[in-house]
């Protein structure tokens, strides 16, 4: 089909479209051949460009659904609107990412460095009660690690004694992330600094929230309006009066600790929902 | 909005989130990207669908369009990306009974191809005959001479514009052009081939 092709087609063609070199126009123009090709093919381009119209239902189709798309696409982006601000500005959104990491890193590791000092005084007191072990200087640092740590997690809830029921924010935003916790008397301190509540010590030991096992997914319900804190962490349902206060390592196994408002009473429960260990206040 | 808005002040409006922007952009390039299908394509129901399909590609990625180049050059790569997707997806279906090869649009006793959807179906008959015989003229062209001819001849891009929709350099795309014009003219019964007599003569030759 091509062989056939006129060797000035292309001049011919490029006539059409108006890009000749005056040298090439006056050649077309002088030659009646070359002239009747150039025809022939604006015959053949008008006919090429002559459309036949989209009905007026296919245009409204396909302009409405492309709207509707575009509705989708701000629907989500509104949604993700602090991230999509964020992104906007350059870099923006990796340097508070960066940022808030580091801060966590930092308190984290602030907060390790005091429980050990902490832990330390207390070996070295050779005592349990939880007011021996905490000096005055230990005191400013662990408040300086946890006002750190609680100033990065933003919108951590105050836990503070009129707390009745553990929420979900204070798991989410705990105040002080993964600290080291190895002993008794480490935790009711943690407890003790970070969960400082006029509780009421109604109760002994006797008298302990229990965290349920978490197998048995009937447990724990019967407390009438346990709190359940979020399945992405924990899925374990706590007592009313219970509440989370910080992540911590208990002897190497990632827990939260737990205080109930009412007893005072400090729990270690790991993830799966068993109590790795109860302290009394 | 303005009405007299040019494609980029539209475009920095619609990817702030402008609808009435997008909308306007949209109904700005329709017609022009239904045309580029219907070519491409060589019938209106791939056509509707290419060019839907081309619509929402523009909206999906309007926020990656950086402006490098002109917006109606790059929403003409999107309808002919979109109508060569259609072809790839028609060749896998079966296709409705349609004889092209008996067809003669110069004989009104000839079997006729219709399309139902195809408000151009009650037009005049003869004009109906020559959109036949271009659909036919422009299927037989290959993709490679096809396209490049209707994103000149339809989408009227120049030259530029189509060696940077098609990714091959600007002499390869005069040269499609230019061959792709020459059998296109040969098989519509016009002049284009050496010493060609045209199969069907037209009145006017």
Redesign the interface.
Known sequence: ??D????D??L???A??E?LTEEERARVQASAELT??VA??R???D?????????AQ??H???A???A???D??AT?TDEAPTTTAAHRPGGNVVALFRRRASWVMAAAAAVLVVGVVGTLAVNSGSDDSASISTEAGDEIFRSAADTAAEDAAGATEMTGAATQSTISSINSPAVAGIVVDDPAGLLALADELAPMAMTTAGGADSLPIVPDASNPDDGAAGGGAATVPKDRIDCPLSPDQVVFADILWQETPAVAVRSTTTGVVQAVSYDCIVLVTVGP | MAAALDDRSLVLA?QA?D?DA??QL??RH??RI??VC??ITGN?AD??DA??EA??A???GLQRFDGRSAFSTWVYRVATNASLDELRRRRRRPIASVDRDHHDPHDDHAPRRTEA????AE?PIDMVA??M??DAA?AGLAEEFRVP??L???ADLD?AEIAEVLGVPIGTV??R???G??????A?G???????TPERPTG?S
């Open positions: 089909m091509t056939d092709l006129h060797p087609l292309e011919a063609s490029r059409l479209d890009d009747g090709l022939s093919l015959s053949t381009r006919a090429v460009a002559e459309v036949p119209p989209a009905s296919t245009r189709d396909a302009l659904g492309a709207l798309v575009f509705d696409l701000q982006a | 619609a989130g609808r997008m909308d949209l109904r329709f017609d239904h045309a219907r070519r209106e056509a509707a060019a839907q619509l929402i523009v909206v999906r959807a195809d408000p151009a037009r020559e959109r015989a271009t422009l001819v209707v000149r001849d339809v030259y005069k040269s052009i230019a061959r014009r020459g059998m296109l003219a040969g519509l016009r002049t284009g081939n050496r010493g060609a006017a």
